[in-house]
């Protein structure tokens, strides 16, 4: 079974609006972070955004949120005010227990920004 | 700061031929990968360490090898390179657990192989 899982392979925004990426997760272990990861097509990695499993409210950072919403297992990521410089490829990752930090990731959201 | 550089960036092979993929950090990072990606699909993880002669498989190990002699260094060999191990790869470094932070991968810019 997928243990992340991106079902939106290609959105389409105007700029400025706001867009969500869906991501939703499948794990038993009760210790687990989530993360948002953008690549532009320069191809670099670009870390986002962190969620903890234990954290009682939803991350933030700029114009980045994490929509977390546990019992559905789902961390969506939300761009508010959306810029042509967001047009990217956007990856969920999970990191489950505390051990080797291992990430697995989703297979990724393709963003365009449209003008 | 340069943080995690990997080396080259670009590399065309052949068939059976082997190389050594470079990945150095001055993080002082005990925890270091390596994945890949291939064309429009996510990073699956390789091999990884959580210190200086420690290594493990990741997801897709089969025709790679790493060793860890050092916690700077990490490179990962590719032993008779088949058309099936082009992709780009990245090489990542994280702090251990327990030392404050989120655990988020800092990773390298990538190398992009090819083989023909």
């Known amino acids: 079974a997928q243990k992340i899982t991106q079902t939106q392979p290609g959105m389409f925004v105007q700029e400025k609006e706001a867009v969500t990426l869906d991501c939703t997760y499948d794990?038993?272990?009760?210790?687990?972070?989530l993360f948002w990861y953008k690549q532009p097509s320069s191809g670099e990695m670009i870390f986002l955004i962190y969620?903890?499993?234990?954290?009682?409210q939803n991350a933030t950072e700029g114009r980045y949120s994490l929509n977390f919403q546990k019992a559905r297992k789902s961390a969506n990521l939300v761009i508010s005010a959306s810029q042509l410089g967001d047009s990217a490829m956007y990856f969920c990752?999970?990191?489950?227990?505390?051990?080797?930090?291992?990430?697995?990731f989703g297979q990724g959201t393709r963003l365009t920004i449209n003008p | 700061n340069a943080g995690v550089t990997q080396t080259p960036k670009f590399r065309i092979l052949k068939i059976g031929q082997s190389m050594t993929l470079q990945c150095t950090q001055d993080?002082?990072?005990?925890?270091m990968y390596w994945y890949r990606q291939d064309p429009g699909m996510g990073l699956k993880l390789i091999y990884y360490?959580?210190?200086?002669?420690?290594?493990d498989k990741g997801e897709v190990p089969n025709g790679y090898n790493v060793s860890r002699s050092t916690t700077e260094d990490f490179p990962l060999r590719l032993e008779l390179a088949a058309p099936s191990q082009t992709s780009v790869y990245f090489c990542?470094?994280?702090?251990?657990?327990?030392?404050?932070?989120?655990?988020?991968?800092?990773f390298g810019e990538g190398s992009r192989l090819t083989v023909l």
């Open positions: 990542a470094s994280t702090v251990s657990p327990g030392q404050g932070d989120t655990g988020e991968l800092f």
């Open positions: 794990t038993s272990d009760p210790s687990y972070g």
């Open positions: 969620q903890g499993s234990y954290d009682q």
């Open positions: 990752a999970m990191r489950e227990g505390q051990g080797a930090q291992k990430l697995v």
């Open positions: 993080m002082n990072h005990n925890y």
């Open positions: 360490s959580v210190g200086a002669g420690i290594t």
